[in-house]
């Protein structure tokens, strides 16, 4: 059995480059679903809808294990997947995602104020602050949807996805930690660094998820055993061009990535 990752176009290949580079040993798939992103923008049935294709095309494959690693999917459809899908269609299967794992992250210091960046959906459904606050009901959050800044990073436009940083980070007062709440913002986490006052702590998800993926199957050895160890890798996307293909390249260096002809929603 494999570790299966989703993520809603090429950035989760951060968050898969970030498991592999702490757990070598495990066999991955990875799923970008390229032909509907951005999934910020989208309705929640149809991000509920092609999450449920995702990750039952990630059982089809094999894998025992799978991490939601797009925020926004994370938010809408995770909670629905664990208790309602999974228990009828693979309950052998466990499905995670990305939230919870940065929220502890983010609160493992001394903070007075949360900053959360994030797409439109995953903003709009206060998940973050839904958890931040579970844990500390009287910190300050404050949330800001970046709709403009995944385009910009999937479109290669790095230039523009600076300037977008920059107006971003501006936006955000007393405050001592950042949540990226997106798997694409590790690709601009330095300029969040570079615009935001030295004292205020970036929180990047590529950062943590490895050394939380390995705490996890330290403490669930009946997933763990199950997990083949041949240091297998294998790469889909819904949709494969000429850009998705240098870009997949940019973010994990010879990477070969294959288009997956299964359909995943309209």
């Known amino acids: 059995m494999k570790i299966g990752v989703f993520d809603s176009g090429l950035g989760g290949l951060v968050i898969t480059r970030a498991f592999i580079n702490t757990l070598p040993e495990y066999d991955y798939v990875y799923y970008g679903d390229t032909k509907h992103l951005p999934y910020g923008e989208k309705t929640s049935g149809r991000i509920l809808n092609y999450t449920l294709e995702a990750v039952k095309f990630l059982i089809a494959q094999d894998c025992a294990l799978i991490i939601i690693a797009c925020n926004t999917a994370t938010s809408i459809a995770l909670r629905y997947i664990q208790q309602r899908f999974i228990p009828s269609y693979a309950p052998s299967v466990k499905v995670l995602g990305v939230v919870i794992p940065t929220v502890e992250e983010a609160l493992e210091s001394h903070t007075a104020g949360v900053g959360v960046i994030a797409t439109n959906a995953t903003v709009h459904s206060h998940i973050y602050l839904t958890e931040l606050h579970k844990i500390r009901p009287e910190l300050a959050v404050c949330e800001i949807a970046a709709p403009q800044l995944v385009p910009a990073i999937e479109g290669n436009d790095f230039v523009e996805a600076e300037r977008l940083a920059k107006e971003y980070a501006a936006r955000f007062r007393q405050i001592d930690s950042l949540i990226l709440g997106c798997t694409h913002y590790p690709l601009v986490k330095e300029y969040f660094r570079r615009y935001l006052p030295s004292n205020v702590r970036v929180v990047s998800q590529d950062e943590l998820m490895g050394a939380k993926l390995k705490d996890y199957l330290c403490r669930h050895a009946e997933i763990e055993t199950r997990l083949e160890k041949k240091g297998s890798r294998r790469f889909y996307v819904s949709r494969l061009n000429k850009h998705y293909r ?17 359909e995943t929603g309209n």
Do not use: S
Request: hydrophobic share 40%.
């Open 246 to 262: 240098q870009l997949a390249d940019m973010l994990f260096p010879g990477i070969d990535v294959t288009e997956c002809q299964k």
